[in-house]
C-alpha cells in the first residue's frame, strides 16, 4: 500500500540534482551536479582558486559551468588562457581577487555562454571598448579596480535584451561616458548600475538606458539639477545615501522619474533643500529613507507632492507612515480625505502590524 505513495519521491528526487565529486587537474575541486531523470544531465564546477599563477591555462571537463580562478595572482588573461576544451561552454567565470590591471578586448570572445563575470578586487585601469560583445552576461562585477574613466558602450553584450546588472563601485571614476547617439553596436540593456563609492562630482548622462536600479552613494555630488536624470523615466530605485561633501538638492530636482518607487537619501547630515518643491514630480514614490539627514520633521505639504508615499525614515528605528483620515459622513463633494505622517518606532509598528490606510 505504501508503492503509490513512494512513487512521487521516487520522481522528485530523480530530477533533482545532486552532488558529487570527480577527479580534477592536481589542486582544483571538481564538483559535478546531476540533473534530469535518471541523473541524464550534469554539470561541473570546478574551484581552482588559490593556487597561483603557474596553473594557467588549466585544463578542465568538458561539462564545466562554472570555473572559480580567484586569488590566483594572476597578472594577465588573454583569449589563449582562456580557450580549450571547457571553457566554450562557461556560464559563470570568477577572476576576482587577482592582479589583474588589463584585459585583451578579446579575452572572452570565445566564451559565447558566459552570463555571470567576477572582475572584482583587481587593479584594472581601463576597460577595452567591446569587451563583452561575444557573451550574453547578465551579470558583471568589477568593484573594487581603479578604473577612472569608463565608457558606456563598453557593456554591449549579445544579450539578446536580457537585463544586465553591472556593479563599478569603489572605483575611481570620475568621468562616465555616454553611449553614442549614432553608435553601431546597440545601447547596453542595463537594469542595475551600481556607481557607489566613486569620485563623480555630477550625476553621469545615462540617458535611454533601461536603468531599474541607480546607486550613486557615496559619490563627491555637488547639486543634483532639475535634468540629472533625463531619460530614465523607467528608473525604479534611487540610492543618494552617504554622499561626499556638501549636496545641494534643486528644486524639482527628481521631475524625471515618474516611476521612482523608493528614494534613499540616508547618511547626508549636511544635504541642504530647497523645500518640498525638490520632490515634485514623484507621482509613484512609496518609499522615503531620510534617517541621518536635516530634512526632519517633515512638513505635511511634503504628502501633496508624493501622493502614493506609504512610509518615511526619519532616524535609527524611526519611522513615519501615511495616514488617511477620512473625517465626518457624508464627506461634502468635491472635498477630499485629509491625509497626515504618524511617526513611530519601527518596532512598535512591528508589534502592532501595518497600519490599514
Same mark, same amino acid.
Given at each position: 500500500?505504501? @508503492?503509490? *505513495?513512494?512513487? !512521487?519521491?521516487?520522481? *522528485?528526487?530523480?530530477?533533482?540534482?545532486?552532488?558529487?565529486t570527480?577527479?580534477?587537474?592536481?589542486?582544483?575541486?571538481?564538483?559535478?551536479?546531476?540533473?534530469? +531523470?535518471?541523473?541524464?544531465?550534469?554539470?561541473?564546477?570546478?574551484?581552482?582558486?588559490?593556487?597561483?599563477?603557474?596553473?594557467?591555462?588549466?585544463?578542465?571537463?568538458?561539462?564545466?559551468?562554472?570555473?572559480?580562478?580567484?586569488?590566483?595572482?594572476?597578472?594577465?588573461?588573454?583569449?589563449?588562457?582562456?580557450?580549450?576544451?571547457?571553457?566554450?561552454?562557461?556560464?559563470?567565470?570568477?577572476?576576482?581577487?587577482?592582479?589583474?590591471?588589463?584585459?585583451?578586448?578579446?579575452?572572452?570572445?570565445r566564451?559565447?555562454?558566459?552570463?555571470?563575470?567576477?572582475l572584482?578586487? /583587481?587593479?584594472?585601469?581601463?576597460?577595452?571598448a567591446?569587451?563583452?560583445?561575444?557573451?550574453?552576461?547578465?551579470?558583471? /562585477? +568589477?568593484?573594487?579596480?581603479?578604473?577612472?574613466?569608463?565608457?558606456?558602450?563598453?557593456?554591449?553584450? #549579445?544579450?539578446?535584451?536580457?537585463?544586465? #546588472?553591472?556593479?563599478?563601485?569603489?572605483?575611481?571614476?570620475?568621468?562616465?561616458?555616454?553611449?553614442?547617439? &549614432?553608435?553601431?553596436?546597440?545601447?547596453?540593456?542595463?537594469?542595475?548600475?551600481?556607481?557607489? @563609492?566613486?569620485?563623480?562630482?555630477?550625476?553621469?548622462? +545615462?540617458?535611454?538606458?533601461?536603468l531599474?536600479?541607480?546607486?550613486?552613494?557615496? /559619490?563627491?555630488?555637488a547639486?543634483?539639477? !532639475? %535634468?540629472?536624470?533625463?531619460?530614465?523615466?523607467?528608473?525604479?530605485?534611487?540610492?543618494?545615501?552617504?554622499?561626499?561633501?556638501?549636496?545641494?538638492?534643486?528644486?524639482?530636482?527628481?521631475?524625471?522619474?515618474?516611476?521612482?518607487?523608493?528614494l534613499?537619501?540616508?547618511? /547626508? !547630515?549636511? *544635504?541642504? @533643500?530647497?523645500?518640498?518643491?525638490?520632490?515634485?514630480?514623484?507621482?509613484?514614490?512609496?518609499?522615503? %529613507?531620510?534617517?541621518?539627514?536635516?530634512?526632519?520633521?517633515? !512638513?505635511?505639504?511634503?504628502?501633496?507632492?508624493?501622493?502614493?508615499?506609504?512610509?518615511?525614515?526619519?532616524?535609527?528605528?524611526? &519611522?513615519?507612515? &501615511?495616514?488617511?483620515?477620512?473625517?465626518?459622513?457624508?464627506?461634502?463633494?468635491?472635498?477630499?480625505?485629509?491625509?497626515?505622517?504618524?511617526?513611530?518606532?519601527?518596532?512598535?509598528?512591528?508589534?502592532?502590524?501595518?497600519?490599514?490606510?
Amino acid at each position: 500500500m505504501l @508503492w503509490p *505513495l513512494l512513487v !512521487p519521491l521516487l520522481l *522528485l528526487l530523480a530530477v533533482s540534482g545532486a552532488q558529487t565529486t570527480r577527479p580534477c587537474f592536481p589542486g582544483c575541486q571538481c564538483e559535478v551536479e546531476t540533473f534530469g +531523470l535518471f541523473d541524464s544531465f550534469s554539470l561541473t564546477r570546478v574551484d581552482c582558486s588559490g593556487l597561483g599563477p603557474h596553473i594557467m591555462p588549466v585544463p578542465i571537463p568538458l561539462d564545466t559551468a562554472h570555473l572559480d580562478l580567484s586569488s590566483n595572482r594572476l597578472e594577465m588573461v588573454n583569449e589563449s588562457v582562456l580557450a580549450g576544451p571547457g571553457y566554450t561552454t562557461l556560464a559563470g567565470l570568477d577572476l576576482s581577487h587577482n592582479l589583474l590591471t588589463s584585459i585583451s578586448p578579446t579575452a572572452f570572445s570565445r566564451l559565447r555562454y558566459l552570463e555571470s563575470l567576477d572582475l572584482s578586487h /583587481n587593479g584594472l585601469v581601463a576597460l577595452p571598448a567591446e569587451s563583452f560583445t561575444s557573451s550574453p552576461l547578465s551579470d558583471v /562585477n +568589477l568593484s573594487h579596480n581603479r578604473l577612472r574613466e569608463v565608457s558606456i558602450s563598453a557593456f554591449t553584450t #549579445h544579450s539578446q535584451g536580457r537585463a544586465l #546588472h553591472v556593479d563599478l563601485s569603489h572605483n575611481l571614476i570620475h568621468r562616465l561616458l555616454p553611449h553614442p547617439t &549614432r553608435a553601431s553596436l546597440p545601447m547596453p540593456t542595463i537594469q542595475s548600475l551600481n556607481l557607489a @563609492w566613486n569620485r563623480l562630482r555630477t550625476v553621469p548622462s +545615462l540617458r535611454d538606458l533601461p536603468l531599474r536600479y541607480l546607486s550613486l552613494d557615496g /559619490n563627491p555630488l555637488a547639486t543634483i539639477g !532639475p %535634468d540629472a536624470f533625463a531619460g530614465l523615466g523607467g528608473l525604479t530605485h534611487l540610492s543618494l545615501a552617504s554622499l561626499q561633501g556638501l549636496p545641494q538638492l534643486a528644486p524639482h530636482s527628481f521631475h524625471e522619474l515618474p516611476g521612482l518607487q523608493v528614494l534613499d537619501l540616508s547618511g /547626508n !547630515p549636511k *544635504l541642504t @533643500w530647497a523645500g518640498a518643491e525638490v520632490f515634485s514630480g514623484l507621482g509613484s514614490l512609496q518609499e522615503l %529613507d531620510l534617517s541621518g539627514t536635516g530634512l526632519v520633521p517633515l !512638513p505635511e505639504v511634503l504628502l501633496h507632492h508624493l501622493p502614493a508615499l506609504q512610509s518615511v525614515s526619519v532616524g535609527q528605528d524611526r &519611522r513615519c507612515r &501615511r495616514l488617511v483620515r477620512e473625517g465626518a459622513y457624508p464627506r461634502q463633494p468635491g472635498s477630499s480625505p485629509k491625509v497626515a505622517l504618524h511617526c513611530g518606532d519601527t518596532r512598535e509598528y512591528a508589534a502592532r502590524g501595518p497600519d490599514i490606510l
